[in-house]
């Protein structure tokens, strides 16, 4: 299995898993793939963190540690790897959390659930 076909499998499992979703959690997981991209994960992830998201980056960190990220084991430890990687790995760790971001994004969108 491809990396990509792991994150699709673990994120439409937490999505279908935790159905029905609530508004804010559709809310969110539309939004925060492009809030990665504009502002970078450490900074989108502080901000998950502010609004209390804690169930969407649970499952972020779920799907990104099944994607190859065994470190990251809760928000916290993402948080932490995020600010104390060089820049290769935080580049990398950046991409990863943006592609799984959008898994999640892909599923909430296709479980039909207004925002």
Not at 42 to 64: H, N
Request: aromatic share 8%.
């Amino acid at each position: 299995m491809t990396r990509s076909q792991i994150m699709a499998r673990d994120a439409y499992a937490r999505v279908a898993g935790n159905a029905p979703l609530p508004r804010e959690y559709v809310s969110f997981a539309k939004k925060f793939p492009a809030l990665v991209h504009t502002c970078g994960l450490v900074q989108a992830v502080a901000f998950a963190e502010a609004k209390g998201e804690c169930r969407y980056l649970s499952d972020l960190t779920a799907v990104l540690t099944a994607a190859g990220h065994p470190e990251i084991t809760e928000q916290q430890t993402l948080d932490h790897h995020a600010r104390n990687q060089t820049l290769g790995g935080y580049l990398r760790l950046s991409r990863d959390a943006l592609q799984a971001a959008s898994w999640l994004k892909r599923y909430v969108e296709a479980a039909g659930e207004e925002a």
